[in-house]
């Protein structure tokens, strides 16, 4: 049997959705798939067996938010992964490492393990000099530091995997990676997940419409835009008829909740925090009108949005900023406002709303390119082809302390 070992650091699994269809589409294809990652509300357990995957968590003290922060968050990261490879590594072992970013720091275990036979999988979530520029609105040394981080490793994978053709871009430009050994593969919805279930009227709270959002409560995600769209819709257009729901938790939701009091919005927005599936499921299919909020920046220009594809996924018409990558995933189940025009953004919000024809066609259309081309059962092979490019060898496969 084949094993593989994910690392991940920024989210718990299973919470991260991208990374546990990933394992499930590997076990599914007969490889023994631990996955080491940080705990999280919901997920303490120190290790757990779920559905056949062996998952180890480790706590992080902290979760960053300034360059220092994060070298503190990622050291410790960093060197809890470790300890828990080399355990598993002389328990189960594993013929592969398949590391999730962020951090770009994983390629140094990789790198170890590659000198053991092992092969290195790296599997590009994020851009990281991009995000780094994104949050802190400069370069400078942290952002050289990333570049060579980043092309470093490239250098120890194998082969990687990127979520868009941007991506891939990046990899064969900036990583000097061959063209073969990088493969594309998205962060399709389930539908097995993404139900369409029946609306909840209460989440509208007396108002006729609602307007729904899923992600991160992150500076870069938006959402003092999209509050200020708010502040816009009901104070400028004079539109009271319209609720907002906001699912997720992250490092600004206290802050965001202060904003909307701020604007005086706060009764036309409700914040759910990091709520079990069937609560996000149960906003998102009572909305009428779904909105992705992220910032026009470099990062997120280049960048495939899971809530985008989850929307689709239910049949909901979106209003997002004009970004490159959202409109090739979105096509025609979006609307697009002017990148970073908050105004603009709760305008066109309010036109969707008034056009339930409209919203109709959107959403089928979003649902039906998922069904027909986005799901996750058509990125499933790409996953499959990616690891079969490694050619894991019968010696490879028999040098285990095991």
Known sequence: MRRVLILVENLPSPFDRRVWQEACTLRDAGYQVSIVCPTGRGYDKKHEVLDGIAIWRYDLPLEGSGALGYLVEYGIALFCTFWLSARIFWTRGFDVIHACNPPDLFFLIGAFYKLLGRKFVFDHHDANPELYEAKFGRRGVAWHALRLLERLTFRVADVSIATNESYRRIAVGRGGMAAERVFVVRSGPSLERMKQV??????????????????????????????????????????????????????????????????????????????????????????????????????????????????????????????TEGRVSAQQASLYARKNDALDMGAKIVELIDDPERRRRMGAFGRRRVIEELEWRYEAPKLLAAYNALGISKWQKAFSPR
């Open 198 to 323: 029946a609306p909840v009227p209460a989440l509208k709270c007396g108002k006729k419409y609602l307007v729904g959002y899923v992600g991160v409560m992150g500076a870069q995600e938006g959402i003092h835009l999209l509050l200020r769209a708010v502040k816009h819709v009901v104070r400028t257009l004079k539109r009271t008829d319209i609720h907002f729901g906001l699912v997720g938790g992250g490092t600004s939701l206290e802050e965001m909740r202060a904003l909307a009091q701020e604007l005086g919005v706060d009764d036309y927005v409700t914040f759910t925090g990091r709520v079990p599936d069937a609560e996000m499921l149960a906003m998102l299919n009572t909305a009428d009108v779904c909105v992705n909020a992220d910032v026009a920046n470099a990062m997120n220009d280049i960048s495939t949005m899971n809530k985008v594809m989850e929307y689709m996924a239910l049949g909901k018409p979106m209003v997002q900023f004009d970004l």
